[in-house]
T-cell receptor
Framework: ETGVTQTPRHLVMGMTNKKSLKCEQHLGHNAMYWYKQSAKKPLELMFVYSLEERVENNSVPSRFSPECPNSSHLFLHLHTLQPEDSALYLC?????????????FGSGTRLTVV | TQLLEQSPQFLSIQEGENLTVYCNSSSVFSSLQWYRQEPGEGPVLLVTVVTGGEVKKLKRLTFQFGDARKDSSLHITAAQPGDTGLYLCAGGTGTASKLTFGTGTRLQVTL
């Protein structure tokens, strides 16, 4: 496979569930990102990882917990979410963390919290 | 806080028409990127412009970076239904670890 792959594509979870989103990149990039995309809002940056080290946590609630075991894989662990957390969650990668690098995005996970 | 405002928010046109989407900020960016996002997919990078006044062409799409590097425009000539999607601009600052994304322009091209 090439590019950035996200699984699952769709997820419905209750507020008491625990689930994880997975992202894998096959581009040899050193930086990976989690973004949240809600209706009528700009893309919101959640987390930034550079070479498996978290370099930015954009004031995200603790019910979202990222994990980056290596430079190719990124996870977002979810627990006790709220209905307002329903959104499209996008993973992206780039060659480095400089803001000038273009991002390669995955297709996203459409999350619905019920 | 850096903000990127895009206009218009929504645009519905017929095939063959021309259109321009604007991306404006009060902040200076070292680069400006444009992405297109189709329903159910992630954004796809179309172009990166890095020099004030730079113009890049990609088939029927023309991208321009403002002289002061605070704004950009995307012009589409003879729009086609395949151009339908959400267009996002994003500004980079060179040293920061993130891009600032714009508010988006949703384009629909009908037959």
């Amino acid at each position: 496979e090439t590019g950035v792959t996200q699984t699952p594509r769709h997820l419905v979870m209750g507020m008491t569930n625990k689930k994880s989103l997975k992202c894998e990149q096959h581009l040899g990039h050193n930086a990976m990102y989690w973004y949240k995309q809600s209706a009528k809002k700009p893309l919101e940056l959640m987390f930034v990882y550079s070479l498996e080290e978290r370099v930015e946590n954009n004031s995200v609630p603790s019910r979202f917990s990222p994990e980056c075991p290596n430079s190719s894989h990124l996870f977002l662990h979810l627990h006790t979410l709220q209905p307002e957390d329903s959104a499209l969650y996008l993973c992206a990668s780039s060659p480095g963390v400089r803001g000038d690098y273009g991002y390669t995005f995955g297709s996203g996970t459409r999350l619905t919290v019920v | 806080t850096q903000l990127l405002e895009q206009s218009p928010q929504f645009l519905s046109i017929q095939e063959g028409e021309n259109l321009t989407v604007y991306c404006n900020s009060s902040s200076v960016f070292s680069s400006l990127q444009w992405y297109r996002q189709e329903p159910g997919e992630g954004p796809v990078l179309l172009v990166t412009v890095v020099t004030g006044g730079e113009v890049k062409k990609l088939k029927r799409l023309t991208f321009q970076f403002g002289d002061a590097r605070k704004d950009s425009s995307l012009h589409i000539t003879a729009a086609q239904p395949g151009d339908t999607g959400l267009y996002l601009c994003a500004g980079g600052t060179g040293t920061a670890s993130k891009l600032t994304f714009g508010t988006g322009t949703r384009l629909q091209v009908t037959l």
